[in-house]
């Protein structure tokens, strides 16, 4: 099952913001992959939204860049600010407990693992 | 794994550029992306056009440049000023009906404490006329409750001509 294009939008910044903070250095691609992966397909970030986030990211300087040269073209990986730090923690948290109070609300029975 | 050749690059770079991405740090974003789909799709150099289109397609809805639109929309949000409808409205009053009441208080202030509110029926005249019908205007506009009409703040944004740096809040 995928998730709706409204919900993914409302977590996106943190999603990026946690990944970055778990893998120190990321380009587009790999943050797309990774994520892919650590949701078994069932969140896909698509470029359209990925690159507008990732430069409001970088406006608000949450994150920095750094470029590399991939034989003719650049490669630029991005990696957390301290700001960015502590923003990830913050957002990660804020997320948590909103969760909790949707559990609570719609009261949805977590499963049993 | 096959790996992109410097015309082939070239010929993305310019194709990002030809859909209107102009931002280079959001065409270097994307060249990148694209070039290592395609090293991981492609195995030989005849595939090359065609994997390239089907990959060019699936970074957008209507057209490439969507992306770049919206990064400028984002970053051009980040510095919006958020003012509650009544701010919004003392400060439109401020600009288009404060010019006109200005040779009143001028008037009073230089007239010294004697003249009291006897203020020249020139200037009273001047004032009433020219500011009365934008003041009615805004009137209208502040007291017209916004359910009945949305666009009351767009308009009013476009009246000031700074729409992407203001955002309206409803008044508390």
């Given at each position: 099952?995928?998730?709706?294009t409204e919900l993914i939008k409302g977590t996106l910044k943190t999603i990026i913001l946690k990944l970055l903070a778990d893998n120190k250095k990321m380009y587009g691609y790999e943050i797309t992959q990774k994520v892919k992966e650590l949701t078994a397909d069932r969140i896909q970030i698509t470029e359209g939204a990925l690159y507008p986030t990732l430069h409001a990211l970088e406006a608000d300087k949450l994150v920095t860049t750094e470029t590399e040269y991939i034989g003719k073209r650049i490669r630029k990986y991005y990696s957390l600010s301290p700001t960015g730090k502590t923003q990830?923690?913050?957002k990660v948290k804020e997320l948590a407990s909103f969760m909790d109070t949707m559990i609570s609300l719609l009261d949805i029975k977590p499963k049993m693992i | 794994m096959y790996s992109l050749?410097?015309?082939q690059i070239d010929f993305i770079l310019r194709d990002i550029n030809a859909r209107g991405v102009r931002l280079e740090s959001l065409q270097n974003d994307l060249l990148?992306?694209?070039?290592v789909i395609i090293e991981q799709q492609i195995?030989?150099?005849e595939d090359f056009e065609q994997c390239y289109e089907s990959t060019i397609r699936a970074f957008y809805r209507q057209e490439l440049r969507e992306i770049e639109e919206d990064t400028i929309f984002l970053l051009a949000c980040r510095n919006r000023l958020t003012l509650s409808r009544t701010l919004f409205f003392i400060l439109l009053f401020t600009i288009f009906i404060g010019p006109f009441i200005y040779p009143d208080?001028?008037?009073l202030v230089t007239s010294g404490p004697t003249a009291g509110w006897n203020i020249p029926l020139d200037i009273w005249a001047s004032?009433?006329?020219y500011s009365l019908f934008p003041l009615l205007i805004l009137l209208v506009l502040l007291l017209t409750p916004e359910r009945l009409d949305p666009l009351i703040p767009a308009k009013s944004k476009v009246l000031l001509g700074v729409r992407p740096f203001i955002k309206i809040i409803a008044a508390r």
């Open positions: 099952m995928s998730y709706s990830a923690k913050e | 050749n410097e015309q990148d992306h694209i070039c195995e030989k150099e208080i001028a008037w004032t009433v006329v």
